[in-house]
């Protein structure tokens, strides 16, 4: 039985052994390989297969004029500079004159934009109300209805990105269907 490494050093091999042009050794040693390994005999017969097909195709003659444009389109490939890579581009960016004061410049704003918009969005803090001694259950109602009041005027302005949370804490704290305050129906 063929192993794997084998079968990798077979089937590059396979279109020279089909055509015919590869060496006495290596075509013994892949003949040899074919007969013990299925995956790679199948291989070599649908590249034989193909061959086949491909040379009982009419052969199209081509003009004189293709083979040159097609011979100089080759040689611009070929001769085309390389582009280099992103480690040569970026030393060369950075080389230029005018890229590290610019750069730095880039630099010292990005530092500074976090503490701009720290103390850009810093509202002041809503004073804390100390709950006051209640007594009875009047004064708590009154107390958790004052309480749920200045809620919905702090979070009024779509709280959380949701408009629909600003519509449920501004509707009335007593009315039906509420549970704003715990309430079960």
């Known amino acids: 039985m063929a192993s794997i490494i084998d079968c990798k050093k077979i089937q590059p091999l396979l279109s020279e052994y089909v055509d015919g042009t590869l060496a006495g050794d290596s075509a013994w040693g892949v003949k040899l390989h074919l007969s013990s390994c299925a995956v790679c005999a199948r291989a070599a017969e649908e590249l034989s297969a193909t061959v086949s097909l491909l040379r009982s195709l009419p052969r199209e003659e081509t003009s004189d004029a293709f083979s040159e444009a097609l011979a100089r389109r080759l040689a611009d490939q070929v001769l085309k500079p390389?582009?280099?890579?992103?480690?040569?581009?970026?030393?060369?960016?950075?080389?230029?004159?005018?890229?590290?004061?610019?750069?730095?410049?880039?630099?010292?704003?990005?530092?500074?934009?976090?503490?701009?918009?720290?103390?850009?969005?810093?509202?002041?803090?809503?004073?804390?109300?100390?709950?006051?001694?209640?007594?009875?259950?009047?004064?708590?109602?009154?107390?958790?209805?004052?309480?749920?009041?200045?809620?919905?005027?702090?979070?009024?302005?779509?709280?959380?990105?949701?408009?629909?949370?600003?519509?449920?804490?501004?509707?009335?704290?007593?009315?039906?269907?509420?549970?704003?305050?715990?309430?079960?129906?």
């Open 82 to 185: 390389a582009r280099p890579d992103l480690g040569e581009r970026v030393r060369e960016w950075w080389s230029l004159p005018r890229v590290r004061p610019a750069l730095a410049a880039a630099g010292a704003l990005a530092a500074l934009a976090p503490a701009a918009l720290f103390f850009s969005a810093r509202q002041p803090a809503a004073p804390v109300t100390e709950p006051p001694a209640v007594a009875s259950a009047g004064d708590q109602q009154q107390f958790l209805d004052e309480v749920l009041e200045e809620h919905a005027s702090y979070a009024s302005g779509e709280p959380l990105g949701d408009p629909t949370a600003a519509v449920l804490l501004v509707s009335s704290p007593g009315g039906e269907g509420s549970t704003a305050r715990g309430d079960r129906p």
